[in-house]
């Protein structure tokens, strides 16, 4: 049986850029940083002080005020992005599409906040003052579920939890399932919310954080010689992938079309990539064999590009390894430069990002770029965006645990 050709036809987004789809492609487009300093609590004894927060956000935008309290913050986003998705989409779930229609939604870290809010109420108040609702506030499934209630989604319902692989690893996950005849429909991405005290420390003391505390917004810096660590960012960035005769016939705007996904693990270590980028490169080949291109094919990269010193060179080096020569003619961008990282949510709003490029034919830049580093050699698109035609673009997403994905999209030509 030959495999269903899947589209990208609704997009939504919550980030530190914007509270939606448009305000935050302008702020990336514009090259503007979406990182400050924190607010959400005390961080004045942290050695870090930024992230990149989801600013003016309001949950009651978009959930009823009785059940805000029954979600955690990452629920609140998921939730959001995929209504805006809906939207734009203009797709309407009916009782003859329902089972059709699936849901892939992940979170890296689910209900952080909540778990530290109630230990404390249960360590001062006692067990007793615990919500009846903190466990579905905590547990990542819960995104996905809650979509599934408010919508009357019956189709397949999948959470999946593979660190800042996660939102690629979902869109991937739901590519197959269409593919494969399991849904005509699927909601993909993912959620994060944990600029938290335990989170913050936990990065902290890993020496993973950037410490450019004095420079908010020029603390996140792929590729930069200057680099001292990644940003944390929170939100959510939800796609809805659709079988192509499923959209067309229902004649619904295609953004672009996925053609190939891959998968890998680096069996190297917990926290650092494999040396010389190996798995990230075998992870890139997977997704150009899937879709059945060569190298030279590809236009464009969204980079996992966090702004470590070993993630950046060894990302650089897969790209070398896998395109060759082609490395030196792709343009090549981080948008963490201007949302930080929003770990389990990133692959979700960088494959929105790689999905506009593709639909504008323009490129991301990169960001804070003022010295690179001579290990990272390619063209990252400094500062400005830049205008040429794309019409292969890869995002790319690696995890701690050494576990990688990446999709790659393709400019949809209506014949």
């Given amino acids: 049986m030959a495999k269903r050709r899947v589209v990208v036809t609704g997009m939504g987004m919550v980030s530190p850029l914007g509270l ?61 992005a995929t209504h805006m998705a809906f939207e734009d989409s203009m797709l309407k779930i009916t009782p003859e599409n329902a089972e059709r229609t699936g849901i892939v939604i992940g979170s890296g870290m689910g209900g952080l906040p ?75 991405g993912g959620a994060e919310a944990v600029i938290t005290p335990m989170a913050i420390a936990g990065f902290a003391v890993m020496r993973a954080l950037s410490t450019r505390n004095d420079e908010p917004e020029k603390a996140s810096r792929p590729f930069d010689l200057n680099r001292d660590g990644f940003v944390m960012g929170e939100g959510a960035g939800i796609i809805i ?42 992870c890139m080949k997977m997704a150009l064999n899937d879709a059945g291109i060569s190298p030279e094919e590809v236009d464009y990269i969204n980079a996992h590009g966090t702004g470590t010193k070993q993630g950046d060179e060894l990302e650089t080096q897969a790209i070398k390894t896998l395109f060759g020569e082609h490395a030196y003619k792709l343009s090549v961008s981080s948008t963490k430069s201007m949302t930080g990282h929003l770990l389990g949510a990133a692959g979700g709003v960088e494959a929105i990002f790689t999905i506009l490029s593709i639909y504008e034919d323009i490129v991301p830049p990169t960001i804070n770029l003022d010295n690179p580093d001579p290990e990272c050699d390619l063209d990252y698109v400094p500062y400005k965006p830049r205008k040429k035609q794309v019409r292969y673009a890869m995002s790319n997403s690696f995890g701690f645990g050494g576990t990688n994905a990446s999709l790659l999209f393709k400019k949809f030509i209506d014949t």
């Fill in 20 to 80: 939606d789809l448009m305000s935050s492609w302008k702020a990336v487009i514009e090259g503007k940083s979406g990182v400050g300093y924190i607010t959400h609590f005390d961080v004045s004894d942290y050695s870090v002080r930024i992230a990149a927060e989801v600013k003016g956000f309001d949950p009651s935008n978009y959930i009823e005020l009785k059940e805000v309290k029954k979600m955690d913050r990452f629920i609140h986003f998921a939730v959001a």
């Fill in 114 to 188: 909540a778990i530290e809010y109630y230990h404390g109420i249960l360590l001062e108040k006692g067990w007793k003052r615990v919500s009846p609702f903190f466990i579905p506030m905590v547990i990542v499934n819960l995104a996905a579920g809650q979509i599934s209630i408010r919508y009357g989604i019956k189709g397949p319902t999948l959470a999946v939890t593979t660190a800042c692989a996660t939102g690629n690893h979902s869109i991937g996950e739901a590519f197959r399932m269409i593919q494969y005849g399991d849904a005509d429909v699927i909601i993909a």
């Fill in 241 to 282: 992938l659709e079988e192509l005769e499923h959209a067309i016939k229902r004649g619904a705007k295609i953004y672009a079309e996925l053609v190939g996904y891959g998968m890998s693990s680096d069996a190297y270590h917990i926290t650092a990539p494999a040396p010389a980028g190996t798995g990230g490169a075998s």
